[in-house]
């Protein structure tokens, strides 16, 4: 079956400019998660969605970062007045309902530019 | 707080060698472990996880990794290498005393096998 799918797979932008990305989970997955995968760096925790519960935004570094899933699936994570430090992979993931114990899937990720 | 440390930025290893890539966590409640594994210009897979029971977990590809509770590490391991394990290997943690599901993902280890 389809895996986990982002779009766009790249994305540049100038300092400043907002920027949306799109994560699609697989069907069925009720547990969504955004990471952000820095050069040289782990991944970074920023939000995860599970069913209808109040998301986890323990991970976003601004009030610049927002993200919302709407419908219990497609998700959006926007960055506003992106800066520089912004620049990174964004990883997407989705797994089984949120037991703890589920592995998580990842889609391929958006790299983001920010100039 | 839960955290993870992978204190090898590179493994180096020859085909056909065992291998062995480090990693310890941290955690307040019990741990469950995962492995990833990113491959160039792809995103991460799911290789193995240890949840509860046999301290000795298999998973995909041939890999293995071992819990251990009172070294707090759960490193993984394989007897023999390919030139195609070559990739980025993460570890990651949930601690089952939050209420969340996010994973703490450690820094990466480059694993580098040599023909």
């Known amino acids: 079956g389809a895996g986990v799918s982002q779009s766009p797979s790249n994305k540049v932008t100038e300092k400043g400019k907002d920027v949306e990305l799109r994560c699609d989970p697989i069907?069925?997955?009720?547990?969504l998660y955004w990471y952000r995968q820095s050069l040289g760096q782990g991944l970074e925790f920023l939000i995860y969605?599970?069913?209808?519960?109040?998301?986890?935004k323990s991970g976003l570094p601004s009030d610049r970062f927002s993200a919302e899933r709407t419908g219990g699936s497609v998700s959006t994570l926007t960055i506003q007045r992106t800066q520089q430090e912004d620049s990174a992979v964004y990883l997407c993931?989705?797994?089984?309902?949120?037991?703890?114990?589920?592995?998580?899937?990842f889609g391929p990720g958006t790299r983001l530019t920010v100039l | 707080a839960q955290s993870v440390a992978q204190p090898e930025d590179q493994v180096n290893v020859a085909e056909g060698n065992p291998l062995t890539v480090k990693c310890t966590y941290s955690?307040?409640?019990?741990?469950?472990l995962f492995w990833y594994v990113q491959y160039p210009n792809r995103g991460l897979q799911f290789l193995l996880k240890?949840?509860?029971?046999?301290?000795l977990v298999k998973g995909s590809y041939g890999f293995e990794a071992e819990f251990n509770k009172s070294q707090t590490s759960f490193h993984l391991k394989k007897p023999s290498a390919l030139v195609s394990d070559s990739a980025l290997y993460f570890c990651a943690v949930r601690d089952d005393s939050y209420n969340t599901d996010k994973l703490i993902f450690g820094t990466g280890t480059r694993l580098q096998v040599f023909p």
């Open positions: 069907s069925g997955h009720t547990a």
């Open positions: 955690v307040s409640g019990n741990p469950y």
């Open positions: 969605f599970q069913g209808n519960s109040a998301p986890d």
């Open positions: 993931a989705s797994s089984l309902a949120g037991r703890g114990f589920n592995e998580q899937f």
């Open positions: 240890y949840i509860t029971g046999d301290n």
